[in-house]
């Protein structure tokens, strides 16, 4: 059984790490790089960093900052946010990212999920999904949750797996921020409807929460922020607790 993965997200905001409830009402968290590089000491398998204005404001994710964040970890790193083409997902990997997140764009053209996984592997290449139940249906939003489409998410993933993504970033936003618990029927929908590595993503608030993802769906990994940010579960605490639970961690 593959090991899972405790994952800190990192959603940038002008250079700042922020945090909201439901895709809104932000709130600062502290310098990226510093919290990058306290996640690699308490033992987080990977990060994930989100500039999450950067589709809206129509511009392309800080590969500076990617640089800067690269430069004090060891540990896998994924970038989202404002990668519109195979050219800015090249700056992100090249400023040392390890894999790229899309959302926004592979939507509105999901050619590109093709083009990143012939250029850089399928392996680099994370969909994010953001996904929220509208009347009794999951559907699938873009542009930072505000925007639904005519996409329903499962039909979504599958085609996103046709066309050669690696993996899927699952959030709900009817859990994100709630800390009510990842929302385990659309988790366990994803993650059977395709062949892929799922991240579970929204909605985290206990360490029970982590369990209950991990024994009753396939995610391979869990992500969390704000409890990470502001102390609320320390990194090494809940893989100690996941390990007693017997959850295969690494």
């Not at 390890?98 to 990143?116: E, H, M, R, Y």
């Not at 396939?218 to 922020?225: D, H, I, M, N, T």
Request: charged share 25%.
């Amino acid at each position: 059984m593959l090991k899972k993965r405790i994952i800190p997200c990192l959603d940038i905001k002008n250079g700042r790490t922020v945090k909201g409830v439901n895709f809104v009402g932000l709130r600062d968290a502290g310098d990226p790089v510093e919290l990058a590089k306290k996640y690699v000491i308490e033992g987080a398998d990977e990060l994930v960093f989100l500039d999450i204005t950067a589709t809206l404001e129509k511009r392309k994710t800080l590969a500076e900052m990617v640089e800067k964040i690269a430069a004090a970890i060891n540990i896998p790193f994924t970038v989202g946010g404002g990668i519109n083409s195979v050219e800015d997902a090249s700056a992100v990997i090249q400023a040392g990212a390890d894999k790229v997140s899309v959302n926004s764009s592979a939507v509105k053209n999901p050619q590109l999920v093709a083009d990143l996984a012939a250029r850089f592997g399928s392996q680099c290449v994370v969909v994010a999904v953001d996904t929220r139940d509208v009347n009794g249906i999951q559907k699938v939003f873009v542009s930072g949750g505000k925007i639904e489409t005519e996409w329903e998410t499962l039909d979504w993933v599958k085609k996103v797996e046709e066309l050669g993504a690696g993996e899927i970033l699952l959030t709900s936003m009817d859990g994100d921020g709630t800390k009510a618990g990842f929302k385990i029927d659309i988790t366990k929908a994803v993650a059977d409807a395709v062949n892929l590595p799922v991240i579970a993503s929204g909605g985290a608030g206990t360490m029970e929460h982590f369990n209950e993802v991990f024994t009753e769906t396939k995610a391979s990994g869990g992500l969390a922020a704000s409890i990470f940010h502001f102390g609320e579960i320390p990194i090494p605490t809940l893989k100690n607790y996941l390990k007693e639970q017997n959850i295969p961690i690494r």
